[in-house]
């Protein structure tokens, strides 16, 4: 599934009613929109990367000749 359920949100923000679940939403930075039935709207894989601790940037796994490079 593309979106978190209603029951994911809930348990994500501790949260049962909508406003206070929007409101701990916005503390926490994680992107949202309500879609027509005025359902709050989250994306699985946007809360994936913040929960899982990705990083934005990449790290190298290339080797490191740092100490060939060191000339006493």
């Not at 309500?34 to 709050?40: P, Q």
């Not at 994936?48 to 990705?54: A, M, P, R, S, Y």
């Amino acid at each position: 599934m593309m979106f978190l359920t209603a029951d994911e949100v809930k348990t994500l923000t501790g949260k049962a009613r909508k406003s206070a679940q929007m409101q701990w939403l916005d503390a926490q930075k994680i992107r949202y929109f309500e879609n027509g039935i005025g359902e709050i709207i989250i994306s699985r894989s946007h809360v994936e990367h913040l929960l899982g601790g990705e990083h934005d940037y990449k790290e190298s796994t290339g080797p490191d000749f740092s100490a060939l490079r060191k000339v006493s």
